[in-house]
């Protein structure tokens, strides 16, 4: 007899509302819940770099969730897990029971150097504990193509596919509710992390190609808080810090762009990024200002949806920001185009069916499961 699809979600990255893991984790959950799965997150509740938890407690953390999920993992018939060094112990107790594990990488060991410098000399283990991992992987989810390369050439097989991030598409759009944040302004929206260029939107902040009547208004917290509370001594900046996920697009939709300025900080970002900021700025019908990475400048190129500078530039993110402001009417096309290839292949609906589809393809095709449409 045929019963739905059970499936269980493992982050030790601790999701907080406003931060894009959290945004990732609900609409990959919801959407997959669309295609038929149950779907039970297993998560630390506490920890990450803007916490500045103890490293004890994170610890602690990752094996009480890790153990929680062990004790119950014969109710799975999958294991999704948003990738993550210290996985290992959940990843090899799933491969001894035969449940197959699919991996979600966004990034590679690389970061963990980036946000914690003083754990850069232990970068072998890292390596060696993702790597472990991924070899083990029923199947591997990278964000982007030069992301996909890499993890076949790390893990030793070709077991991986390209599933990008999305933008949810009923909340980001060019109608909807006005923005609360009065006049004109250029927004960020992420975490502040080393690799978002805070530094650099900040000194572009002080150019004097920035346009004179525009704000510059951050969404967002993280370990660099204080290089923006160092700042807000000029008055055109606004730092809003986390907000509510549905508050985000009113903000995002009332802005005149949208900064999407990550660096390369120790090679990180040389395979590629897809941030959710740049997906979710589009969608709302706003141009955007992207860096010159791959994948996410390849995109707006395509799109033709903004306009790409150098990175860690100040001069030129002011001087895009005086482009803009100087054609309205080239800036509003811009924004029409990124709305239209969001909602055309972009949405978290279209990455839900792609990520059903494989976690299905993971399965033992004797298993007895009840079999749904894909999510509208």
Known sequence: ???????????????????????????????????????????????????????????????????????????????????????????????????????????????????????????????????????????????????????????????????????????????????????????????????????????ALKEPDWPADLRLVIVGDGIERDKVEGALSDQRLLWLGRQPYDDVPAIVRGAKASLCVIENQDGRSASGVAPLKLFEAMACGIPVIASDLPFQADMVRNANAGLIVPMANPLAIASALRTLAEDADNARILGQNGASYVAREASWHQRAREINHILRGTLPSDKPVETLADAP
């Open 1 to 203: 007899m045929s019963r739905p699809l059970r499936l269980a979600y493992l982050s030790l990255e601790t999701p907080r509302p406003g931060q894009a893991s959290q945004t990732h984790i609900d609409e990959i959950m919801a959407g997959l819940r669309r295609c038929g799965w149950q779907v039970e997150l297993f998560a630390t509740s506490g920890g990450g770099a803007s916490a500045r938890s103890s490293l004890f407690h994170r610890l602690l953390g990752y094996a009480r969730t890790q153990g929680a999920l062990g004790k119950r993992l014969r109710e799975f018939d999958a294991v999704f897990i948003r990738s993550h060094f210290m996985a290992l112990p959940l990843t090899l107790w799933a491969r001894w029971h035969k449940i197959p594990v699919v991996h979600e990488i966004n990034g590679t060991p690389a970061d963990i150097g980036v946000t914690y410098r003083w754990l850069k000399p232990f970068a072998p283990f890292f390596s060696w504990l993702y790597r472990t991992q991924y070899r083990e992987a029923a199947h591997l989810l990278a964000v982007t193509p030069g992301l996909v390369d890499w993890a076949k050439t790390f893990a030793g097989h070709d077991r991986v596919s390209l599933v990008s991030n999305g933008a949810n598409t009923d909340l980001f759009k060019p109608d909807g509710p006005p923005s609360p944040v009065e006049g004109q302004y250029v927004v960020f929206v992420g975490g502040l992390v080393a690799w978002h260029g805070i530094g650099t939107m900040l000194a």
